[in-house]
T-cell receptor
């Protein structure tokens, strides 16, 4: 049973480009969470999704960031017109209803 | 200061010694969880303690929770070099989504266990 799969592992973008981060939850998990970790800091909640629904996006920046979890396929975190301050590790986690989170290994985004 | 602050920021011990990490938080919580993160990797869930519990054990881990002081501690007994990692506490607030998933993390304690 594969764990939470995130790709790419590392992503380099120039300022102004778009970044797409993918997350495939564990089999049987219908809840997906995205977190961001800045250097030497703890994780910060961004968004909570279920299939085809955004449940809580209170941690998402108001502009340039969006997330989806379609009926088929992985969850996508999209960052448009990236800036240097977007450089961070982005972690996805999945769970069943009201169960503990399983985290992926993260995507390290570097903005040049 | 932020919800879920760990103390100390860094801890260096010898194999076989015990390691104690503390966490403080500010708001009422549903539960508090501890996670471990190896360098450059995702987090691994270690243990969860609910707001109505005071102590919990799992193998070499012992977690305490004092809701009156809004603090928790994680004790790792008989530490091993393989325990070297960052340890984070995370709280789930009562008005969160599911009680497990929307978590507020502290900044972590970096534990180094020397062989």
């Amino acid at each position: 049973n594969a764990g939470v799969m995130q790709n790419p592992r590392h992503l380099v973008r120039r300022r102004g480009q778009e970044a797409r981060l993918r997350c495939s939850p564990m089999k049987g998990h219908s809840h997906v969470y995205w977190y961001r970790q800045l250097p030497e800091e703890g994780l910060k909640f961004m968004v909570y999704l279920q299939k085809e629904n955004i449940i809580d996006e209170s941690g998402m920046p108001k502009e340039r960031f969006s997330a989806e979890f379609p009926k088929e396929g992985p969850s996508i975190l999209r960052i448009q017109q990236v800036v240097r301050g977007d450089s961070a590790a982005y972690f996805c986690a999945s769970s069943r209803v009201d169960e503990k989170l399983f985290f992926g290994s993260g995507t390290q985004l570097s903005v040049l | 200061s932020q919800q879920g602050e760990e103390d100390p920021q860094a801890l260096s011990i010898q194999e076989g010694e015990n390691a104690t990490m503390n966490c403080s938080y500010k708001t009422s919580i549903n539960n508090l969880q501890w996670y471990r993160q190896n360098s450059g990797r995702g987090l691994v869930h270690l243990i969860l303690i609910r707001s109505n519990e005071r102590e919990k054990h799992s193998g070499r881990l012992r977690v305490t929770l004092d809701t009156s002081k809004k603090s928790s501690s994680l004790l790792i007994t008989a530490s091993r070099a393989a325990d070297t990692a960052s340890y984070f506490c995370a709280t789930a607030t009562q008005d969160g989504g599911t009680s497990y998933g929307k978590l507020t993390f502290g900044q972590g304690t970096i534990l180094t266990v020397h062989p």
